[in-house]
């Protein structure tokens, strides 16, 4: 059973406060803490950490070298049986193997920068299009994603995924509702959940199903009396602001 990731990060005093260290860093290692399973690992890839915090694969090297080389994190690559060929990457810590599984313990503790790309795209506690999602919450007006509505979002993506959306189709749907949402002033996650809602008793499984179903639902509004005005945005009334919901 896949574990749940940590949404809170622990960077101690030592990391906060070392002069030696980037700022980019110190958020790293944070993340690597929020991703680190109960056995005091993780093997997100390089690629992962640039795209979730917008920067090169570089700058994602140079910000695990610096921690390594103060002795923060250890890098541990486990080749593929019989070739120099990658089959995954462990992070973990604190300098030590012990908590390791047996057989990657006694690798070869990587010290250049010039080891091969990690083939996990990401850790197993992460969901496929996460960072694309929290990226564009942050981006567009909503604010800092508080770890409820990170978590909800997430579950909307699954939830699309069981009536019948691929992948990117379902993380293309919950974003389209961010986007609903910008469009109409209203950056909350309520707003964004009652679309969400409405879109999958519809069994609207795809971007262009959401298009197509707006388009239709916006001449509906229009053709409507001017009178009714205040109460033609069916998202506006279920998305009632909760308490729990607010992002902050």
Known sequence: MNEKPGYYAIIPAGVRYDKQLPQGAKLLYGEITA???????????????AKL???????????????EDNSYIRR??????????????????APRSENLP?????????RSENCPENNTSINNTTTLGEPELINFWEKNGFGFISPKNREDLIYWVDDFKKIGSTDE?????????????????????????????????????????????????????KSKSTS?????????????????????
């Open 35 to 49: 991703l680190t399973n109960k056995n005091g690992y993780c093997w997100a890839s390089n690629d992962y950490f």
């Open 53 to 67: 915090y917008s920067v090169s694969i570089g700058t994602i090297k140079s910000w695990l070298k610096c921690l």
């Open 76 to 93: 541990v690559i486990k080749y593929k049986s019989g070739s120099k060929e990658v089959e995954q990457r462990f992070i973990s810590l």
């Open 102 to 110: 047996p057989s990657v313990r006694k690798l070869t503790h990587p």
């Open 169 to 221: 189709q379902a993380v293309q749907v919950v974003k389209q509702a961010m986007s609903n949402a910008i469009d109409n002033n209203v950056r909350r996650y309520s707003y964004v959940n009652a679309i969400l809602k409405n879109w999958e008793s519809l069994r609207l499984t795809s971007l262009e199903a959401v298009t197509a179903y707006e388009a239709q639902r916006t001449q509906r509004q």
């Open 228 to 248: 009714r005005q205040a109460s033609t945005d069916v998202y506006q009334n279920q998305g009632d602001v909760q308490d729990e919901d607010l992002p902050w």
